[in-house]
């Protein structure tokens, strides 16, 4: 008993010890004529800068007509301006010592380049470039056409499961724009116009539909002058910024499960299961979150514990939240092993996720789940570029940019009770779609 006690004091005083490291993060922000937010954040411990710049687009602006559209911004924006040759824009970064990379979901697409300190100027002056002055020109549009469709065909057409996001959100939305992914149709792409990409440009890629957020060793006096040299003189944009808020987009309720099966070029089965949640910011989402990290975080999950160490089923398990600006999926899914079909597959799964539903979390089992989401957020803000995309995350959706230094408190207030609740008001089965991916050689031939 002496040694139970012992090891439970152990383990909260490490907890504590974990906790006190999520120390509070500063930031400055202020929004510019032209509305440009601006988010800065010093922290001089290295000599590195993240210059990041979030463009609130995604897929879910787009026409269903013309569906491709952000990502393909994403890839044309590196095409260069007027002030910067063509192909040239990733070498002037990388050979000043920097990288750079960028983004695009369903909510958002985001660029962010990480510089030594002593190329702030460099980093703004890059960014402002393809805010005021990118090259949108036939030669540009045809080679990133060509781009985006290899990439489709790489990621999606020509991978085992690629097709999964694209068929699980065509499955489980029928109003929302969210029925499609972000990499789009490449036949839409194909007959998109230079207008039409001129027209997407000038609607999205304006300083009043943009968050400009620095992160690391820089002095703010300094950047400040240097925003304003490069971004104060951009106009704003003059379109009025398309939401897709409007009711006949709202996705109704499910009341009926919905199951598919689709034959892809694959050896062994795969059963996802996609059930529909709230909004990111409900509250709802740190149980959800922490339901997650208890299925699936880890070999010591309990789906990874039980369908693939105990049971031998799969190879692969997992579930993951797809958190979005509007309502979006918490997902499961689960690769067989040789020689298990897609049914006894399925009730493994769903056995599991009965447990969670009818028994309540052991309280060891949840002291060590919390320390677990603990440790992940601080890891994930132990970075300056991490720090710089949860600042931007926080405003733009959340319009709180000081959760990054308070949404920890709201995972540690979640309750065994609350993780059991979601579980069952969420995780049914007319919430639902199931969809099994079988061998082409599983398919019945027509007659």
Known sequence: ?????????????????????????????????????????????????????????????????????????????????????????????????????????????????????????LGLWLESERMLHLKIDSIGVETQRKVVKEERKQRLDNQPYGSLLEETFSHAYTVHPYRWTPIGSAQYIDLATLDEFIEFYKMYYVPNNATLTIAGDFKSEQAKEMIEKYFGSIPKGSKEIYRPTSSNLVEPKKTEE???????????????????????????????DMLTTLLSSGQSSRMYKQLVDKQQLALQAASFPLSLEDPGLFLTFAVANAGINAEILEDAMQAELDKVKNELIGEEEFQKLRNKIENDFVSGNSSVAGIAGSLA??????KDTNLINTELEKYMKVTREDIQRVANEYLTKENRVVLYYLPKSDQPKSE
Not at 95 to 113: E, I, P, W
Not at 259 to 276: F, S
Not at 393 to 398: K, L, M, Q, T, V
């Open 1 to 121: 008993m002496r040694k139970n006690l012992l090891s439970i004091f152990i383990f909260f005083f490490a907890c504590g010890l974990l906790y006190g490291q999520a120390r509070e993060i500063e930031f400055e922000e202020y929004d510019l004529d032209n509305g440009l937010h601006v988010i800065l954040h010093e922290d001089h411990s290295t000599p590195i800068v993240a210059v990041t710049v979030f463009y609130h687009v995604g897929s879910k602006n787009e026409d269903p007509e013309r569906t491709g559209f952000a990502h393909f911004f994403e890839h044309l924006m590196f095409e260069g301006s007027e002030n910067i040759p063509r192909g040239e824009y990733m070498k002037i970064v990388q050979s000043n010592g920097g990288t750079l990379n960028a983004t695009t979901d369903f909510d958002r697409t985001y660029y962010y380049q990480i510089l030594p300190s002593n190329q702030l100027e």
């Open 258 to 288: 919905v199951r598919d099966i689709v034959y892809d070029n694959i050896q062994l089965p795969l059963v996802l299961h996609a059930y529909h949640i709230p909004a990111m910011k409900d509250e709802d989402q740190y149980p959800l």
């Open 393 to 398: 995350n926080y405003y733009n959706f959340y």
